[in-house]
């Protein structure tokens, strides 16, 4: 997919990567908004794996928001040259024509770069520890990030639900119209986050010329899969109780699912940028739309 639009002059010139995804959905539009002239180039437009191409993507661009992304979990555990290609190498790939062309870079990860045990929420210094492979590939593609364009952020997030894709929100919806009953695991903890929220936040923290380095793009607050189900069905005006509690061992999968994906927004506020506001405001926004 290829798109453009314009806002008020003066913010320049964007591209976005990755622009059939579900972030870049709303992040086109919420850019434009704000004054930049966008280009957004989706996997048939722009190969990010191939160096030339992103040289040519990236020219007479002052601001790039790399969005395209590996993002099959599962698949990647048994194809992880696959996803390595394109969320590390292609990471880098940007990177360095980001850096020839003089534009800044947000590049957007995962909590998957965690190891998922913690009790408290990551701080963006803590030291990464992937357990899949979806998550070593996102790691590699931070590093590549920072070491190839010292003017960028990477923006850790989670979670992610929105209308530009199928998500957790819109599958609970979904079976909510075919059992009379869902199980949803509860020992998974994160924070939910609304995609418009999370374009919305890497907006103002371009516009507010925060810090480079590593932030975190999640919704306030906590929950697990079990606690986000229930809110779906209550807030849609469906009976909460008809979601059950189990537990991961239930649904085994080929990726192992961190169990604590709660992240910290302390570097966000030290930067002045005001962290996404609680999960269930944005949640309760996105059903009422």
């Given at each position: 997919?290829?798109?453009?639009a314009?806002?008020?002059?003066?913010?320049?010139?964007?591209?976005?990567?990755?622009?059939?995804?579900?972030?870049?959905?709303?992040l086109?539009?919420?850019?434009s908004?704000?004054?930049?002239?966008?280009?957004?180039?989706?996997?048939?437009?722009?190969?990010?794996?191939?160096?030339?191409?992103?040289?040519?993507?990236?020219?007479?661009?002052?601001?790039?928001?790399?969005?395209?992304?590996?993002?099959?979990?599962?698949?990647?555990e048994t194809?992880?040259?696959?996803?390595?290609?394109?969320?590390?190498?292609?990471?880098?790939?940007?990177?360095?024509?980001?850096?020839?062309?003089?534009?800044?870079?947000?590049?957007?990860?995962?909590?998957?770069?965690?190891?998922?045990?913690?009790?408290?929420?990551?701080?963006?210094?803590h030291?990464?520890?992937?357990?899949?492979?979806?998550?070593?590939?996102?790691?590699?593609?931070?590093?590549?990030?920072?070491?190839?364009c010292?003017?960028?952020?990477?923006?850790?997030?989670?979670?992610?639900?929105?209308?530009?894709?199928?998500?957790?929100?819109?599958?609970?919806?979904?079976?909510?119209?075919?059992?009379?009953?869902?199980?949803?695991?509860?020992?998974?903890?994160?924070?939910?986050?609304?995609?418009?929220?999370?374009?919305?936040?890497?907006?103002?923290?371009?516009?507010?010329?925060?810090?480079?380095?590593?932030?975190?793009?999640?919704?306030?607050?906590?929950?697990?899969?079990?606690?986000?189900?229930?809110?779906?069905?209550?807030?849609?005006?469906?009976?909460?109780?008809?979601?059950?509690?189990?537990?991961?061992?239930?649904?085994?999968?080929?990726?192992?699912?961190?169990?604590?994906?709660?992240?910290?927004?302390?570097?966000?506020?030290?930067?002045?940028i005001?962290?996404?506001?609680?999960?269930?405001?944005?949640?309760?926004?996105?059903?009422?739309?």
């Open positions: 997919m290829t798109a453009s314009g806002g008020p002059a003066g913010a320049g010139r964007a591209l976005v990567t990755g622009a059939g995804g579900m972030l870049a959905h709303d086109v539009p919420a850019l908004a704000a004054g930049w002239v966008v280009t957004a180039l989706g996997r048939g437009d722009l190969d990010v794996t191939d160096p030339a191409q992103c040289v040519a993507a990236v020219d007479g661009h002052d601001l790039v928001v790399n969005a395209a992304a590996y993002t099959a979990v599962d698949a990647a194809d992880e040259a696959a996803a390595f290609a394109v969320n590390a190498v292609g990471a880098a790939n940007v990177a360095r024509a980001c850096s020839r062309a003089s534009a800044r870079l947000v590049g957007v990860s995962t909590d998957y770069v965690f190891d998922g045990t913690a009790t408290e929420p990551y701080a963006v210094d030291p990464v520890a992937p357990r899949s492979a979806y998550g070593r590939t996102k790691a590699a593609g931070e590093w590549a990030v920072r070491a190839l010292p003017e960028s952020w990477v923006v850790r997030t989670a979670w992610l639900y929105g209308a530009g894709g199928p998500n957790f929100v819109s599958t609970m919806l979904r079976l909510a119209g075919e059992r009379e009953t869902v199980s949803v695991v509860d020992d998974q903890v994160g924070q939910p986050t609304w995609t418009v929220d999370l374009a919305d936040l890497v907006v103002r923290l371009v516009a507010g010329d925060a810090a480079y380095g590593t932030h975190h793009g999640t919704a306030s607050g906590q929950t697990t899969w079990f606690g986000l189900a229930r809110a779906v069905f209550e807030l849609s005006g469906l009976d909460p109780e008809r979601v059950l509690p189990t537990t991961t061992d239930t649904f085994p999968r080929p990726a192992p699912r961190p169990a604590w994906s709660v992240l910290s927004h302390h570097s966000l506020v030290e930067a002045g005001a962290p996404v506001a609680d999960w269930r405001t944005g949640l309760r926004t996105h059903l009422d739309a």
